[in-house]
């Protein structure tokens, strides 16, 4: 019973957290606060597409990608499209 109460406790402080930061970050981007402004959004969401989704397609994929040339090629013809494809919008 001890271990369904731990991963009870490990799944509440979780979630905890998420909806700590989905308060914090509902607080900043209110519109009648206007804590952040919205240049600085535009920059941020470019920062997070640009940098941490990159960053989490190479951890999730990088276990799975060998060094045989034609894999390699594949990645790189994938982040040169998805990389035109968000300067065009």
């Given at each position: 019973m001890e271990s369904?109460?731990?991963d009870l406790l490990t799944?509440?402080?979780s979630l905890m957290k998420l909806f700590s930061l989905t308060t914090i970050g509902l607080v900043v981007a209110h519109l009648k606060t206007q804590i952040i402004s919205r240049a600085t959004f535009k920059?941020?969401?470019k920062l997070v597409f640009a940098l941490f989704l990159l960053c989490l397609i190479f951890t999730e994929l990088?276990?799975?990608i060998?060094?045989?040339?034609?894999h390699i090629n594949q990645v790189g013809l994938f982040l040169f499209y998805s990389k035109e494809e968000s300067s065009e919008k």
């Open positions: 369904s109460g731990e799944a509440i402080i920059l941020l969401n990088g276990e799975s060998t060094l045989k040339q034609n």
